[in-house]
Structure formats: structure tokens, C-alpha cells
């Protein structure tokens, strides 16, 4: 697999960290944005991806040590940050794949700024509130419970890991390396910023759907435990001609989950 | 030395079966009318027999959908106060300010007490509890920001001549005019609560307000705390003055250190188990990162997580026996801390009505006058430990 390198871009709300990776020979870049997790650095998927794509997958501000959160109140600071990242880049018009908070990313820039879109890939996408089939809590649950919602498999190490600073924490907070707690604390005060109220979603964005003029994929993890099916549905009746796919086995890390299955509809989606 | 009598007016009557949080999502139902109006007006009786047992002031606060406090509009209760009582200040302690919209609301609120009162309110500023930014959908990322700008609003428009045009971030008023003025010149005294957050130390001593520790720890974090808060007056160039820091502390006296532990450890610990759960969820960017890393350092010492009297009695988390322990304790206490105001809870959980009058009783007329003979008012009553501690 190809590896991706790090690097810091400037922007106008300050340095912020971006993976790349892989060269242009199979058509446009991709970019991949983040969930609340951000879980992109060491991502086997983008890796994979990088074979034959160039990749780019930015750290949004808050996040990492990507700078600048400061200067981002809301989700329209947030596009016009992530247009600056594009343009910093040379990104025209990238395909962009975003999970969760960073498929709803993708979304605004996709209904705002259409021709900034060449190929949409919406992985259990936040962004849209449906009544009935809510978006579960994501704030100040414990991040054990959280984990079972996040990962089909308990096992997967990622989810061990919440499990067991989730213990240690009820422990004694105070006796974990602080270190080890900073990267949390300051990635959920990112994404309050942006997803705090109104909750995960921008009322307006499902009547705007219809500006989205790229192909678009909509892939839902059958065993996501945070964001209901519908969302996904909703997504795929309101951007015209989108696909929906269901991954089997998979919950809302899908992308640590099923790493060669969404690198295949990634590949074959955009190709 | 003032010394405050504090009721955060609890719920009294979870169903023992219910083990759930006392905060955001205790379940409603649960809240019986009929307690409820038997306790409102009791609890305000003993803030009244405060004032007639000569404490300096009384003290009121905010908090929502809660069983520990149930107080939506401490201000509802100030007015009440401002009524009844004589003699003592009213210290609203404080108005969760980002809750309030436009703030302008507070400004005009707590004049009103001043001027119904004759000029006896403190007027406290809060950011809010944690559970509150769940309570009221409200983005705690933006809640020292929208504190900041209201405090300004509400400050300016007691001071400066109006109206006045505020342009800020969360709140664009192009009239700002508020009536009544407070009789109070140039405002009245300012206090905020704090509970370990930097910022709001390094806020309180640049503007020379007062600080009010946040109770519930283990008294080595209080040691911490308020060394940390004269330092935070050092760094904005002035020496700290001891009126500037309050020290809130339950309080309970009987006639004997037993007969005081027997009346009141259940009712304490009612409070601990059953009302604390669901106090301490901070939501995510409601405190800056340097500040978690130091709120962190006493959270294991969280009164939640107490098992056993000698815990209590220990960390000095309540103050409790004769009136000669009581003196005694609360004497080395506040050298300690060097705070020259006293906060007492002379009502907790479950206590009931009669316990709580006698224990106001005794203090008031064993207690009291002894902290008065070994603080006088304006004196300095920093002891030489805060200076090793």
C-alpha cells in the first residue's frame, strides 16, 4: 500500500495538518474528511485508496494539532475553511468522501459550491435531522457505551481503547497522562462548535440538496448504532441520481471497520 | 469576617428506587407539587430567620431541571428576600448570564432587588453549570464568550449613561437603556463562583470582584484553589484583599459532636448520593483545555465519591458538631484559606425544617459570635499556614 505523509498547510485560520498521499494517474483527487473522531491519521483505507488516486485528508482545526478552531464558530466558517484547504491544495474540484460530521462537511460543500465537487461518497453522513429517527447522543456519554454504538466489532482496538480510558477516567482522572486525554477533550470541543446546537444537523441543508450536481454515493453501515438508516435514505432521495449502499458488518467507523470494502465502492464509485 | 447563610432549596423526596441522575434527565415526574409548596416557603422561612439571627447576608442561586436546586429564577427568590428580610444583604449567587437573552435582562432584574431591598443585593455572575448547556440546548463551546459579552453589557449599562449602542459577537443591542438603575453606586459588590477554572480567577481578580469557591472537594483543593486565586490578584498587581474570596461549606451544630453526627449523616449523604449524581458533567469546550488539566487534579476528591463519615470529616467537606468543634474547625479552616467571607449550607438533602432552625440557632448565637471576636471585619484574615499550605 502507498503511504501517506504529513504535512502543515497554511490557511487563513492557521496551520492545520493534511495526510497525502498516492499519485494522480486514476482521475480526480480524493479527499477524505473526518468524523468527530478524527480518525484519519493511519487510516488503512486511504492508504489503500492511495494505490491509484492522489489522496489528501486534511485534519480539521481542533483537531490533531491543526490550528485555528478559534476562528470557526459554525459549519459556514467551517466550508469556507475547508474551500480555503482546497484551494491552498490546487483542488478544483476534488471527489470528496466524508464520514459522519465530515460527510455533512461534505455535503454543505456540495450544495453551496457545486462545481467545488467532482464525485460525492457520503460514509453514514450527519447532517440532517429526520423526526423519529434521531441522531444518538454523542456528548458526555461515557466513551464505553459510545464505543458499542461506533464499532460493530467490540474487539476492534480502537473500541478497546475507548473501553479502557473510559475506566480509567471513573478511576481517577487525574492519575491518566494528561496527554492521553488532551486529544478528546479538544477534538468534542471542535465538533460542539459546529454539531452542538442545532444538534448534528443544519435545518436547511435537505431542502438544498437538490443544488448537488455530483454523482453521489451514499454508503450506510447496517449496524450503525448513531445515525438511523434513514439519514442515509434521506440523503440518496434528495441529491439526484445517488446510490445508496449497504455494507454488512459494519457500524459508524466504517471505515476502520471495512477498509477494503469501502476502498472498492470508493475505487468503482469514481471511476 | 461575613458570614452567609446559603440554601440551594433541594428536593427532599427522590423515591428511594430511583438511582438515576439528579440533573437534566431526572425524570420530571418525579417532582411532587405538593412538597414542593410546603418546602419553597419553608426553605425561604429559614432564609429569613438568617436575617433575623443576624447573619450578614443570605444567598440564592440558579439551576435548572434539577432535584438538587430548585431555584429556575434565584432572582424570583431575591425579590421574595427583598421583602421579607431586614437587614441582611441578598446575594444572588448568581445569574447564569449566557442563559439570559438579551442580558440586559439581569442588569434590570437585579436592580429591581436593589431598589426594593434598599440597596442589599450582591449581584453573582455565573457561566452556568455543565448540566445547564444540556439543559437549555445551548453551546457550551460559546459560553465563556457570551459570559464575557454580557457581563460587559450588564456593567456598562449600571455605569455609563445610556442609551448606548453594544455591537458584540452573541449579542447586537441597539438600545441599551435599562431601568430601574441600582441604588447601589456605582454598582453593587460583584461576586463570581468558581470551581478551579483559570480563566474565571485571572476574570475575577483583573475586574476585582469577589471569588466563591465551589464546595463538594476535599479541603486540599479549596487550599489550591484559593492560593491560586491570590495569585491570580498578584499577576493583575494588587495585593488580595480577603473580602475578595468566599469559602462555601456545609454546616451543622447540635449540643455534642455525637448527638450532631447522629441528626445529620443521613441527610448528608442524601445529598451526596442522591443529589450530587449528574453535577459535575462538563460539556465539551465549557472549560479550556488548561483548565480541565487542573480541574482534573481534584476530581477524584469529588464529594460524589465519598463512602464513609471519616471521609467527611477528613477532607473537611462538611463542618459538623458541637458549637466548640464547629468554632474550632471553621477557625482553622478560614485561616487557612484566608477567605473573609464564610458561606454555610445550614440546610442539606433531607434535613428537615426543625434541625435546620436549631442548627441556625446555635451557630448563630455560639458560633457566630466567637468567628466575630477572631475575624473582626476588615481585618486581614489570611493565617500564616495559607502562606506554607
Known amino acids: 500500500m502507498a503511504t501517506m505523509a504529513e504535512e502543515r498547510v497554511s490557511t487563513q485560520v492557521g496551520k492545520v495538518q493534511v495526510y497525502r498521499g498516492g499519485s494522480g494517474t486514476a482521475g480526480a483527487p480524493i479527499v477524505y474528511l473526518h468524523s468527530a473522531q478524527g480518525e484519519t491519521p493511519g487510516l488503512a483505507v486511504l492508504e489503500q485508496l492511495a494505490d491509484s488516486h492522489e489522496v489528501v485528508a486534511p ?12 476562528q470557526i464558530d459554525d459549519m459556514e466558517d467551517a466550508v469556507f475553511h475547508l474551500l480555503d484547504v482546497f484551494d491552498v491544495l490546487g483542488l478544483d474540484a476534488p471527489a470528496v468522501v466524508g464520514l459522519s460530521l465530515g460527510g455533512w462537511m461534505a455535503a454543505e460543500i456540495a450544495t453551496r459550491y457545486p462545481e467545488r465537487v467532482s464525485s460525492l461518497v457520503l460514509v453514514n453522513p450527519a447532517g440532517l435531522y429526520i423526526p423519529g429517527q434521531e441522531i444518538k447522543e454523542i456528548f458526555g456519554r461515557p466513551l464505553d457505551e459510545l464505543a458499542r454504538d461506533l464499532f ?18 471513573t478511576a481517577d482522572p487525574g492519575d491518566l497522562p494528561f496527554e492521553l486525554l488532551r486529544p478528546v477533550f479538544q477534538s468534542l470541543a471542535a465538533t460542539a462548535k ?54 454488512e458488518g459494519a457500524a459508524h467507523m466504517l471505515p476502520l471497520e471495512q477498509p477494503d470494502e469501502l476502498a472498492r465502492l470508493v475505487g468503482e464509485h469514481i471511476a | 469576617m461575613r458570614i452567609f447563610s446559603f440554601h440551594l432549596m433541594p428536593y427532599p423526596a427522590l423515591p428511594s428506587e430511583y438511582d438515576g441522575p439528579a440533573w437534566v434527565t431526572c425524570p420530571n415526574e418525579l417532582y411532587d407539587p405538593t412538597v414542593g409548596t410546603q418546602i419553597y416557603n419553608r426553605y425561604l422561612d429559614e432564609l429569613v430567620y438568617a436575617d433575623e439571627l443576624g447573619f450578614d447576608g443570605v444567598c440564592v442561586n440558579e439551576h435548572h431541571q434539577n432535584a438538587y436546586g430548585l431555584m429556575p429564577s434565584p432572582n424570583l427568590m431575591g425579590s421574595i428576600l427583598a421583602r421579607q428580610t431586614k437587614r441582611a444583604k441578598i446575594a444572588i449567587v448568581g445569574n447564569a448570564l449566557p442563559l439570559y437573552d438579551p442580558p440586559t435582562r439581569v442588569a434590570e432584574e437585579f436592580a429591581l432587588i436593589d431598589n426594593i431591598s434598599g440597596g442589599r443585593l450582591i449581584a453573582g455572575f455565573v457561566v452556568g453549570g455543565g448540566p445547564e448547556y444540556y439543559s437549555f440546548s445551548m453551546n457550551p463551546a460559546h459560553a465563556r464568550e457570551r459570559f464575557a459579552e454580557a457581563h460587559d453589557i450588564i456593567m456598562k449599562a449600571w455605569t455609563e449613561p445610556g442609551p448606548f449602542e453594544f455591537i458584540g459577537k452573541h449579542y447586537k443591542l441597539r438600545y441599551v437603556n435599562t431601568w430601574p438603575r441600582p441604588v447601589q453606586q456605582p454598582h453593587p459588590e460583584v461576586w463570581i463562583p468558581g470551581a ?40 493583575a498587581g494588587y495585593e488580595y484583599d ?20 447522629r441528626q445529620y449523616e443521613e441527610h448528608f449523604f442524601y445529598f451526596v448520593k442522591r443529589l450530587l449524581p449528574g453535577i459535575n458533567i462538563s460539556p465539551p469546550g465549557y472549560t479550556s483545555i488548561r483548565s480541565i488539566e487542573n480541574i482534573l487534579k481534584g476530581a477524584k476528591t469529588f464529594a460524589l465519591n465519598l463512602e464513609t463519615w471519616d471521609e467527611v470529616v477528613e477532607g473537611g467537606y462538611a463542618i459538623v458538631g458541637s458549637p466548640q468543634t464547629v468554632t474550632e474547625k471553621l477557625t482553622e479552616y478560614l485561616r487557612r484559606l484566608g477567605t473573609g467571607n464564610l458561606l454555610g449550607l445550614f440546610q442539606l438533602g433531607t434535613l428537615p425544617a426543625d434541625l435546620t432552625r436549631r442548627n441556625l440557632e446555635l451557630f448563630a448565637t455560639e458560633v457566630m459570635p466567637a468567628l466575630r471576636a477572631e475575624f473582626p471585619e476588615g481585618k486581614p484574615v489570611l493565617g500564616n499556614q495559607a502562606a506554607v499550605a
Open chain 2, 196 to 235: 478551579g477554572s483559570l480563566e474565571t480567577m485571572d476574570f475575577v481578580a483583573q475586574h476585582r470582584y469577589a471569588y466563591m469557591g465551589i464546595p463538594y472537594f476535599h479541603m486540599s483543593v479549596f487550599d489550591r484553589t484559593f492560593r491560586m486565586f491570590r495569585e491570580a490578584c498578584e499577576r
Open chain 1, 59 to 70: 485534519l480539521f482545526p481542533g483537531f490533531g494539532e491543526s490550528e485555528g478552531i478559534e
Open chain 1, 152 to 169: 460493530a466489532d467490540e474487539q476492534h482496538p480502537v473500541a478497546q481503547l475507548m473501553t479502557s480510558l473510559s475506566t480509567a477516567t
Open chain 2, 242 to 261: 480577603p473580602l475578595q474570596a468566599g469559602w462555601l461549606t456545609p454546616i451543622y451544630v447540635a449540643e455534642t459532636d455525637e448527638e450532631a453526627r
Open chain 1, 194 to 247: 459546529l454539531a452542538w446546537d442545532p444538534y448534528l444537523h443544519n435545518p436547511k441543508l435537505a431542502r438544498r440538496l437538490y443544488r448537488v450536481t455530483a454523482p453521489t454515493l451514499v454508503v450506510h453501515g447496517t449496524r450503525d448504532g448513531l445515525i438511523p438508516r434513514a439519514h442515509a435514505e434521506a440523503y440518496a432521495a434528495g441529491i439526484t441520481g445517488a446510490r445508496l449502499v449497504d455494507v
